[in-house]
């Protein structure tokens, strides 16, 4: 599955370009999670009916200081956004983990296991000094 790449930006993403002007792919799923958990509200939602919009509070947690219970919403809005995957069968099963790296940053680990048993691994750190989020794109796993 190819999709464009949508590079995280401290204003939301933007649509990466090669040298040449051509449009930057990703295979597997970086776009799909990145636009479920960091776009809200989503323009792809004003075609959607209601019941299939993409919908995440994820940039909410930037109101809130950093603790414990912080990184377990983290952990249960990023399921939240992406169980989608699951109820769509483009995924069989979505590992999420949540670490405090310091007093201003949580890293999101979300691992992403296919029917075929694929496994992709995308890595998100929030950062709240700066309220804003970098992602990465890892290599697919297995």
């Keep these: ?16 370009y ?9 295979d597997g799923l970086f776009t799909a999670c990145y636009i479920s958990l960091f776009s809200e509200p989503y323009w792809g939602n004003s075609i959607l009916p209601v019941e299939n919009r993409l919908v995440s509070t994820l940039n909410q947690l ?3 200081p950093i603790s414990s219970s912080t990184r377990n919403q983290a952990i249960r809005i990023t399921e ?5 995957l699951i109820e769509n ?3 069989s099963e979505i590992q999420v983990d ?5 007093i201003s940053t949580i890293i999101i680990v979300v691992r992403i296991l296919q029917p ?17 989020i970098e992602s990465e794109r890892r290599n697919l796993i297995g």
Excluded: H, K
């Excluded at 090669?18 to 990703?26: E, M």
């Design 1 to 16: 599955m190819s999709d464009l790449y949508l590079r995280p930006t401290e204003y939301g993403g933007e649509i990466e």
């Design 116 to 132: 075929d048993r694929e496994l992709q691994e995308f890595g998100y750190t929030l950062n709240w000094q700066g309220n804003y």
């Design 62 to 64: 930037f109101e809130r």
């Design 80 to 84: 939240n956004a992406l169980n989608w």
């Design 98 to 102: 949540c670490e405090i790296q310091n």
């Design 18 to 26: 090669d040298s040449r002007n051509d449009f930057v792919l990703t």
């Design 89 to 91: 069968d483009i995924a």
